[in-house]
């Protein structure tokens, strides 16, 4: 199949912003199996996770209230060459055979595409493929390990359309962001225009579109965790906007490897196992923030959108001449209804409260709670 170009070329400034620490709690230790946890989503009330390089070709399902295993789930006709990251939107699974760091100069890197349907039916499911190379990279000569700016460990789920996945470079620190249509395809990459001076190595990201905010998890040389929070961007360039690091000295050490969204405020983020000096097992870590307040161009978008009836009944009726599509979430983040129309039949959804998020035509979005009677 021929290749494809993927590039953006605005440009926007890049501001830093001040820190303000998030609440951290260690939840528990990982099970053995799962001590190389190196990518996460949160779906049907459980994380599902996946091993790093060289382990099985399998995605597991945790129960966050009991630290079980309850579910392993074969890709049969995937290799885990290297898998770095996981993320999902309301139809798939994606996951990230991406990670470069042994040489440097691998030539299948892949992003395998799972039906959820698929996998919530069955456990051995087949993936789709969407293959992808770097522009800019002319040289395969292999390098030391841990010695190449080739290499990355982050996937998010951008929009409708478009994955992105996130450098880790062994070189300078200097992280990249590159856009790669959801559609299975041999694609090759051009960064975005904007970049980040991490002062790390980033290992995982969520992008939560009930906030807008883009997480980036990562950690120093020395070990220290930190987690990035890009916001305010008006494009896809996502490092454009504000762009803050937090350090979670109240971790100590720990490999940080993954982060998912579990709503507007929560997030799960896994360690791996490390033995070194000293030796870390693999960990769940909460972290809570306080998200609810939008952006000064969200607030502004916000007053753009009015739902009524809520409480509804039957009928929700979305009032903006802005809105361009529409996600109903549950308040097990279970998305129940998604489209463009300015009309939702509620009618058949079980009472209790459910979530909007709205994308609007300024690229923002907008989320409000709605009760259902």
């Not at 009928?315 to 361009?324: F, K, T, W």
Request: aromatic residues 10%; glycine residues 6%.
């Amino acid at each position: 199949m021929s290749k494809l170009i993927v590039c953006c070329f605005i440009v926007f400034g890049m501001l830093t912003g001040k820190s303000q620490n998030p609440d951290v709690t260690i939840q528990f230790n990982l099970p053995v199996s799962l001590n190389e946890s190196s990518g996460v989503i949160y779906l049907n009330d459980k994380l599902v996770t996946h091993n790093d390089s060289g382990n099985s070709n399998a995605l597991y399902e945790l129960d966050v209230n009991t630290a079980t295993v309850t579910r392993t789930i074969e890709i049969t006709n995937a290799d885990n060459v290297d898998w770095e990251d996981i993320t999902h939107d309301s139809d798939h699974i994606y996951i990230g055979d991406i990670g470069n760091n042994v040489s440097g100069n691998r030539t299948d890197l892949k992003i395998y595409k799972v039906s959820k349907s698929d996998f919530t039916a069955s456990n051995s499911v087949q993936a789709e493929i969407i293959a992808f190379s770097y522009l800019d990279q002319t040289d395969f000569t292999g390098t030391t390990a841990n010695n190449t700016e080739w290499d990355a460990e982050a996937l998010v789920s951008f929009d409708s359309d478009n994955l992105m996945l996130f450098s880790k470079n062994w070189i300078n620190d200097e992280t990249k962001a590159y856009v790669i249509p959801k559609t299975p395809g041999d694609y090759e990459l051009t960064a975005l225009p904007t970049t980040l001076a991490s002062g790390g190595l980033i290992t995982g990201g969520t992008y939560n579109p009930f906030s807008g905010k883009l997480y980036l998890i990562g950690y120093s040389e020395t070990l220290q965790p930190f987690i990035w929070v890009s916001e305010g961007f008006t494009s896809s360039d996502v490092f454009s906007g504000t762009n803050t690091k937090t350090l979670l000295s109240s971790l100590g050490f720990e490999q940080t490897e993954a982060i998912t969204y579990v709503d507007e405020n929560s997030y799960y983020v896994t360690s791996e196992f490390f033995y070194s000096i000293i030796t870390e097992n693999a960990k769940l870590i909460a972290l809570e923030t306080n998200d609810m307040a939008l952006s000064k161009t969200k607030e502004q978008a916000v007053t753009e959108v009015e739902l009524f009836p809520n409480p509804v009944n039957n009928m929700l009726h979305i009032n903006s001449s802005q809105l361009v599509s529409i996600t109903l979430y549950d308040a097990r983040m279970l998305n129940v209804f998604s489209g463009t129309s300015t009309t939702v039949d509620m009618s058949q959804l079980p009472s209790g409260l459910y979530f909007a998020a709205m994308k609007l035509k300024n690229e923002s979005t907008v989320v409000k709670k709605i009760v259902k009677k």
